[in-house]
């Protein structure tokens, strides 16, 4: 007789002892057992997620690992100490530039053009100050706005020179009405260089406007006015020698003021300055205390400038011939 299971229903073979299909323990008389039902079947398992799949990372070789492309490959590396890592660069400190690196250019005009005709230069060499060429030229500025001196401005300009080797360099310009310094601060090999130079602008003349236009007057009616001889048979001599007159002089006028106009041209072209013989050849007494006063406190600036940056002051010293000007700037 067929054994009916009593855990799935399922008709198992005479004689069965399990269950074909859940395995479950049949009794003998193929009458299902309660007790053995509950303690005599095979265990059920819960099917169990599986893991996730884990993400591969990459991670770089240990210092001690040889490549098999390596020339040491078999050998047991040795693993490099701290002080071994290669250095970071850094940016290079910048540093003032040297007195005297040009560029290779050619450049017109003076450096100090449209500032008047220079006068006069002077200049000190600090020795082994040339670290301190930016702190000096700071602090020359910062002392000779401190003394508010009336009128005086002070501006930082770039200059450039002209010539075959066009250089540039920074200038600190003091200017006080016609007269203005210029500072220059820079190192030249290991000692620090500094000089003073100081031009004169002056103002244009009302006397050379006047003569300028009594001669362009003459020019212009010699041009219009031709001498009769008929009024010599009248006896009209005078008029026919101021004709006369007017007429010889145009000529020669006219020349001199184009020869005038070229070299204006030049001095425009190399000083920026179309009206340079308008101006005065000649400085008079106020002009030249304006000059003295510009240069005895900048020299005097200079000297406190050095000695606050730690310097050797006492190389600072006043020209031989003193504070005192040219007073003919020109020839004519």
């Known amino acids: 007789m067929a054994s009916l299971c009593p855990q799935c229903a399922y008709e198992n073979p005479d004689q069965s002892s399990f269950c074909v299909r859940c395995g479950n323990r049949l009794s003998s008389g193929g009458q299902p057992n309660a007790a053995s039902t509950s303690s005599q079947s095979l265990p059920t398992y819960a099917a169990m997620p599986a893991p996730p799949l884990a993400t591969p990372s990459y991670s770089p070789p240990p210092a001690s690992y ?78 000779l706005r401190q003394r508010n001196i009336v009128g005086l401005t002070i501006t930082q300009q770039r200059l450039m020179e002209r010539g075959l080797m066009m250089e540039e360099r920074d200038y600190l310009i003091a200017r006080r009405g016609t007269s203005t310094v210029f500072v220059y601060a820079a190192p030249a090999g290991n000692d620090l260089y500094i000089s003073r130079a100081t031009t004169v602008l002056p103002p244009i003349s009302n006397v050379r406007i006047a003569i300028a236009i009594l001669f362009a007057a003459i ?51 190399i000083e920026r300055d179309f009206w340079v013989l308008l ?12 000059i003295a006063l510009m240069e005895h406190a900048t020299d005097d600036t200079v000297k406190t400038a050095v000695k606050q940056v730690g310097l050797d002051a006492s190389q600072i010293t006043p020209p031989p011939l003193g504070y005192q000007a040219k007073q003919r700037i020109r020839a004519i």
Do not use: C, E
Not at 78 to 90: G, I, K
Not at 95 to 113: D, E, N, S
Not at 279 to 290: A, E, H
């Open 66 to 143: 040889n490549p098999p492309t390596s020339p040491f490959y078999g050998q047991a590396a040795q693993s490099a100490p701290p002080s071994a890592a290669l250095p970071v660069a850094s940016p290079a400190p910048s540093l003032p530039v040297q007195m005297g690196t040009g560029q290779g250019q050619i450049a017109l005009r003076r450096a100090f053009a449209g500032y008047g005709t220079l006068i006069y230069h002077y200049s000190w060499l600090v020795n082994g100050g040339a670290a301190q060429a930016n702190n000096a030229r700071t602090a020359i500025f910062d002392i």
């Open 219 to 269: 020019m212009f009616i010699g041009f219009f006015v031709r001498p009769d001889p008929y009024a010599l048979y009248t006896g009209n001599i005078l008029s026919y020698a101021i004709a006369a007159f007017f007429t010889g002089l145009s000529i020669p006028i006219l020349l001199v003021f184009i020869i005038l106009a070229i070299r204006s041209f030049v001095y425009w072209l």
């Open 279 to 290: 101006r005065p050849n000649k400085l008079n007494d106020f002009q030249l205390d304006d």
